[in-house]
């Protein structure tokens, strides 16, 4: 929910819109991309290596839902055509929480899906970068690619915490107005 709303805040709009992510194709984060994604209207692009691909239920369900938005989704073991005219430039780190025993053997499978400048360069001009943090510099993201012009990382953990107030008062109020019956104005 906050990488989409950072992204409609720096682009305007969800819909029509590509997003590539680079790395683990099977962790939460490309799972959520190409659900939430898919919902949202964009094209989807996952660039991750084999072995490493999304699970096959979550892409056939995104797969399903972007039929009906008109979005797209698609799994490319190159990461140079993910990358090419991409709006959006997302990771993750390549080793997850409960995976640190795997942490040495996880790095040559994901040497070259490094957001990085020559990524950047084959984006569409003014591409977002997104990664939800802690990053490993120099291995998921480059540095000069995080603390660049094209970051919106500290924008997107800002959102996460409203996106996340947002999400917790759905859930215990069904989503109510939390003005309703006060009379007064929205704050």
Known sequence: LADLQTVRERKGRLAGLTLAYFGD?????????????????MHVRIAAPEGYRPDAGV?????????????????A??????????????TDVWTSMGQEDEAEQRVTPFLGYAVDEQALALAAPGAVVLHCLPAHRGEEIAASVIDGPNSAVWDQAEN???????LLHFLL??????DQGRGGARR
């Not at 194709?25 to 209207?41: Q, T």
């Not at 996460?160 to 947002?166: C, D, L, S, V």
């Open 173 to 178: 109020t069904g989503g109510a107005d939390p």
């Open 59 to 75: 892409l056939s369900r995104a797969g399903e839902i972007a039929g009906a938005t008109g979005a797209s989704v698609t799994v």
């Open 77 to 90: 073991g190159d990461p140079a055509e993910a990358a090419a005219g991409a709006d959006v430039l997302a």
């Open 25 to 41: 194709g099977a962790n939460n984060m490309a799972h959520s991309y190409l659900l939430g994604g898919a919902l949202a209207g």
């Open 160 to 166: 996460r915490r409203h996106a996340q107030k947002a």
